[in-house]
């Protein structure tokens, strides 16, 4: 018999000093795989319930955001912003929307008529591979430098920027855009969450490396057009077990 949320929760061992509260579980949320925090204090959930297969062989992820009706740190109400995504999981709340990521695209959705849910789905960026569910690209997070930063996934793919029709190859990078449309690889090659620190340092992951250090931005050996780039990558802790 599957455990309920408070019996899983006694069941963690924490290091002194931290705590794991329960933020939210079935019904307000299912299958989450991505959060993010809008400046209301919503919570943005990208849920993939449709892995690996699709619901009936058609993309059935979704994007609700969750309200924490009397402030207590638990997530009462919940409403379902958007549905039928391919394998949604990156989302990141944006001016009046949120970005989302749900290979081939990355889309940018709205609620413009108050009733909670999108009426608005662009399509901002679009071309990534779509390779296996685990290693598509996903993120979001943003720079110091203000441009939103994203993991490659390991599929990588040739971008088309849907405001400047620019094309841009990530096969082996990571990446970065502006909602302006520009559009840019950078080092580093994550697979699960690319991320940084108060002082820009970006760091990423694969299966057997938990933590690598992206020490060396690209674009100072894009100048020289013939010059080999060498790693741009360093692993953190040279014993990768947990």
């Known amino acids: ?66 309200v924490d009706t009397d402030r207590n740190g638990h997530y ?48 901002l960026f679009t071309g990534f591979n779509q390779g296996n569910q685990q290693h598509r690209m996903n993120g979001f997070a943003l720079g110091l430098d203000n441009w939103i930063h994203a993991a490659n996934g390991d599929s990588g793919g040739t971008i088309t920027s849907k405001a400047t029709g620019k094309k841009t190859n990530i096969n082996g990078l990571d990446f970065r855009f502006k909602m302006t449309g520009e559009f840019e690889a950078v080092a580093g090659q994550t697979q699960f969450g690319r991320w940084r620190d108060d002082w820009g340092n970006w760091f990423g992951n694969n299966n057997p490396n938990w933590v690598w250090h992206y020490h060396v931005p690209i674009r100072y050996f894009a100048r020289n057009p013939h010059l080999a780039t060498p790693g741009m990558r360093r692993n953190v802790f040279s014993n990768n077990r947990l």
């Open 1 to 66: 018999k599957p455990k309920t949320p408070t019996e899983s929760q006694k069941s963690f061992r924490v290091r002194e000093g931290f705590e794991v509260r329960l933020v939210a579980s079935e019904p307000q949320v299912k299958d989450p795989v991505a959060f993010a925090w809008g400046t209301d204090g919503k919570l943005w959930v990208a849920e993939m319930g449709d892995y690996p297969l699709g619901i009936n062989g058609k993309p059935g992820g979704v994007v609700r955001w969750l």
């Open 76 to 123: 009462e109400k919940s409403t379902v912003f958007l549905e039928g995504l391919n394998f949604p999981n990156g989302v990141l709340a944006w001016g009046k929307g949120v970005l989302i990521s749900a290979t081939p695209d990355i889309i940018y959705a709205e609620d413009t008529t108050g009733d909670g849910r999108a009426d608005v789905r662009r399509v």
